[in-house]
């Protein structure tokens, strides 16, 4: 069955990095669209970045444009979110999403596979 593991989640103070990890096991996931999406506090959940399968093109929310990188490693069937200069608004679990399908979705009820989440923790 297919999973989905995030990791790399954590405490970092404003301006800093993190790197958030999405393996992926039990099918491959190159040709599908992967996304993360985010949680706040008493908030909905949110889309932040995603990328087209096989074609790899990229997708990022406003708040994170510049800051944010997302890449996969297709050979390791991995996906990662790389963050620089973190702000305390970016504090949330953080999970990672695939659907069935190339193109990417800013809905999450289009995803097929959700990891478990992570926390990112961002002090001021």
């Known amino acids: 069955q297919a999973q989905l593991v995030e990791s790399g989640g954590g405490l970092v103070q404003a301006g800093g990095s993190l790197r958030l990890s999405c393996a992926a096991s039990?099918?491959?996931?190159?040709?599908?669209?992967m996304a993360w999406f985010r949680q706040a506090p008493g908030k909905d959940r949110e889309f932040v970045a995603a990328?087209?399968?096989?074609?790899?093109?990229?997708f990022y929310t406003d708040s994170v444009k510049g800051r944010f990188t997302i890449s996969r490693d297709n050979a390791k069937n991995t996906m990662y979110l790389q963050m620089n200069n973190l702000k305390p608004e970016d504090t949330a679990v953080y999970y990672c999403?695939?659907?069935?399908?190339?193109?990417?979705?800013?809905?999450?009820?289009?995803?097929?596979?959700w990891g478990q989440g992570t926390q990112v923790t961002v002090s001021s």
């Open positions: 999403a695939a659907r069935e399908r190339p193109r990417p979705s800013y809905s999450i009820p289009d995803y097929d596979y």
């Open positions: 990328i087209r399968g096989s074609l790899g093109s990229l």
């Open positions: 039990g099918r491959t996931f190159s040709t599908v669209a």
